[in-house]
């Protein structure tokens, strides 16, 4: 079992960054793929982006790519969410979340576990 903790969050000013760091406690964080999401208000939890367990290979989605970047470090239990240029429509609470896989999947259904959440607010 891994638990997941979230930090980084706040508030940004639009074209802003953030990097937002997820810290995993327990055994093993090196044979866990590993995801972020991100929830808006009245909206669905929306993929982000997902590195495999020894990130050779990530994955981001359309409406991030080119802004968001994913890695890991297997060493310090730790993966992070790097946000450039980030615009008010990235307002959202951002998780992210942990999958016994091979791969590093995009469907919130293939992950087992999850962190609590930091919010992310940024301002026009």
């Known amino acids: 079992q891994v638990q997941l903790v979230e930090s980084g969050g706040g508030l940004v000013q639009a074209g802003g960054s953030l990097r937002l760091s997820c810290a995993a406690s327990g055994r093993s964080f090196a044979n866990y793929a590993m995801g972020w999401f991100r929830q808006a208000p009245g909206k669905e939890r929306e993929f982000l982006a997902a590195i495999s367990r020894s990130a050779s290979s990530t994955y981001d989605a359309d409406s991030v790519k080119g802004r968001f970047t994913i890695s890991r470090d297997n060493a310090k239990n730790t993966v992070y969410l790097q946000m450039n240029s980030l615009k008010p429509e990235d307002t959202a609470v951002y998780y992210c979340?942990?999958?016994?896989?091979?791969?590093?999947?995009?469907?919130?259904?293939?992950?087992?576990?999850w962190g609590q959440g930091t919010q992310v607010t940024v301002s026009s």
């Open positions: 979340a942990a999958a016994i896989s091979l791969i590093a999947p995009i469907n919130s259904r293939r992950y087992d576990y």
